[in-house]
């Protein structure tokens, strides 16, 4: 009977976790060893409860986003603070943990279809197709929220609620009906230097020797009966640092200095 428990979406929990250790052990190396992944407020990990947590995130690759965050939640679970030293933590991963992916983009091939089976729900995006924004929108698929709500009934959901690698572009209004129907606990993540060390799909490594962040926020404080949507958008905007306010202007000597830095730097471990 162990071997074929199964979770609501029917996937095999046994293959589930083989699944997450063969990954895990193969892109360790890129988040510790020839990058360098900074992580702040793991202990916030460690507080939350095994359902209903969302976590929002600014998006830079289609994958490695996704994958440094499976890193760095069994981590933080298995007692590392701030860390993802020692792969080991990943032999007894939290099989509930599943991230709202474009469906195109998880039937692109082979390796996105295996990706998927570790905890993808797959949605149909209603403002752009293959790569490109339609002129009238799609209606939302029932199925896609139905999944979404199963899976926080089950445990935790990533998603990004741009849909978008592109920074600051707005953030989509079906996260925060999520928020306002099913009150989950909302925690914001932060990243940046993904987009530098992968390519756009996050599977082959650009450079060497970057300086990855991951920060890890406390959860958002929402009134669920009072917020407007809008309210609840603005707060996500601002909380993954994706808000308007946030874009500035930065010398071209200063982007060029850093990209100087970031080719000559190198990490030890």
């Known amino acids: 009977m162990f071997l074929i428990k199964r979770n609501p979406f029917g996937h095999i929990l ?7 250790r063969i990954f895990a052990v193969l892109t360790h190396k890129r988040y510790r060893g020839f990058n360098q992944l900074q992580i702040e407020g793991s202990e916030i990990i460690k507080s939350l409860p095994d359902t209903n947590v969302l976590f929002i995130s600014n998006h830079q690759t289609y994958f490695a986003d996704v994958v440094a965050m499976f890193h760095v939640f069994n981590a933080s679970l298995s007692g590392r603070q701030d860390s993802i030293k020692n792969v080991g933590y990943i032999w007894q991963p939290k099989l509930n943990i599943y991230y709202v992916a474009a469906k195109e983009t998880m039937q692109a091939g082979l390796l996105p279809k295996i990706l ?28 896609d929220t139905e999944n979404i709500k199963i899976a926080l009934a089950d445990g935790w959901v990533i998603t990004f609620p741009q849909g978008t690698t592109k920074s600051f572009k707005p953030v989509r209004k079906g996260t925060a009906h999520i928020i306002k129907q099913h009150r989950p606990i909302v925690v914001p993540i932060v990243i940046d230097g993904f987009r530098r060390s992968f390519d756009k799909k996050g599977l082959r490594m650009k450079k060497k020797g970057i300086l990855q962040s991951f920060i890890i926020k406390p959860p958002l404080e929402i009134d669920y009966d009072n917020d407007t949507i809008e309210q609840i958008v603005e707060k996500i905007e601002f909380a993954i640092e994706q808000h308007t306010s946030f874009l500035k202007v930065i010398p071209a000597e200063e982007i060029e200095a850093q990209e100087a830095l970031n080719k000559t730097r190198q990490w030890e471990y």
């Open 116 to 143: 998927s089976y570790a905890g993808a729900i797959t949605v149909e995006r209603t403002w752009r197709s293959s790569g490109k924004d339609v002129t009238e929108k799609r209606d939302i698929n029932p199925n």
């Open 14 to 20: 046994f293959l589930k976790k083989w699944l997450i």
